[in-house]
């Protein structure tokens, strides 16, 4: 069992999540651009922002650990 901060969000795992975070490196200010590289790489918009936010939100708790 996956514990609850590892846990995929809106289906992109932590591993997907570090991948698509590479791919974007280079466009750390460009939304638009973000959304279509991870468009191309088999990801909505709306699922990568989840998991942006959702990744995000957890990292307190996973320093806490």
Do not use: C
């Amino acid at each position: 069992m996956t514990a609850p901060h590892f846990a995929p969000i809106n289906g992109i795992s932590l591993e997907r999540y570090a991948e698509l975070g590479a791919a974007i490196a280079d466009e750390p200010n460009d939304l638009e651009a973000q959304v279509r590289i991870v468009e191309g790489m088999g990801v909505t918009g709306a699922d990568w922002e989840a998991a942006k936010n959702g990744r995000t939100a957890r990292m307190p708790a996973l320093a806490l650990m």
